[in-house]
């Protein structure tokens, strides 16, 4: 059973616009979510991550706002560019845990138009 | 640096026949582990290393074999292929157990008839 689910397998938005992720997770113990991208043909890289100490972290055009409450976390790109067309995944995982072993989302698929 | 390498790109089987998949990381991390990723699933761990000589099972284990006899290597072993471990094959390495960290490698594609 998927414990983190990304609902939206595809979203196409314009060059300069925001583009917004989301994911929802089930397990109330996991405290630590971050956020992968990946090409085509090339493996995940990583993007940005938050604790769950935090609601909000930002890094440049990405911000990933979690709501505990919800058990939902989302990720911002904003302005999107053509360079984010992309999978995007998000990750789950008690930081506790022995070794990170993190739940993955299916991935959202965007494509930035120009 | 290379970073981390897979070998082969891609692969096809038949049901039945072995097969192991390559990776090797040349940034001295103590810390490896092999995905598979399907489609309409997340990334699934499969094994992971935290160093040469230990291993240990993720969550599908099954169908898979690893061993850490150095560092830089953390070969995946497949003894008897079956068409439900058709998929995308990702190695990963990283310095510390935090999954931030990780670095991937370009991934194998393996179809198995």
């Known amino acids: 059973d998927q414990q983190v689910k990304q609902n939206s397998p595809s979203l196409s938005v314009q060059e300069g616009r925001i583009s917004i992720l989301n994911c929802d997770y089930t397990?109330?113990?996991?405290?630590?979510f971050l956020w992968y991208k990946k090409y085509p043909a090339e493996g995940p890289t990583f993007l940005i991550s938050i604790s769950s100490i935090k609601d909000k972290n930002e890094d440049g055009r990405f911000t990933v706002f979690l709501n505990k409450s919800a058990k939902h976390l989302s990720l911002h790109i904003v302005p999107s560019q053509p360079g984010d067309s992309a999978v995007y995944f998000c990750a789950a995982s008690e930081r506790g845990d022995s070794w990170g072993k993190f739940q993955f989302g299916a991935g959202t698929q965007v494509v930035v138009t120009p | 640096n290379a970073g981390v390498t897979q070998t082969p790109k891609f692969q096809v089987l038949k049901t039945g026949q072995s097969m192991t998949l390559q990776c090797a990381q040349d940034m001295n991390h103590e810390y490896m582990s092999w995905y598979r990723q399907d489609p309409g699933m997340g990334l699934r761990l499969i094994h992971y290393?935290?160093?040469?000589?230990?291993?240990d099972q993720g969550e599908v284990p099954n169908g898979y074999n690893v061993s850490r006899s150095t560092t830089e290597d953390f070969p995946l072993r497949l003894l008897s292929a079956a068409p439900s471990q058709t998929s995308v094959y990702f190695c990963?390495?990283?310095?510390?157990?935090?999954?931030?960290?990780?670095?991937f490698g370009p991934g194998t594609r393996l179809l198995v008839l």
């Open positions: 397990n109330s113990m996991f405290d630590y």
């Open positions: 290393s935290v160093g040469a000589g230990i291993t």
């Open positions: 990963a390495s990283s310095y510390d157990p935090f999954q931030e960290t990780q670095y």
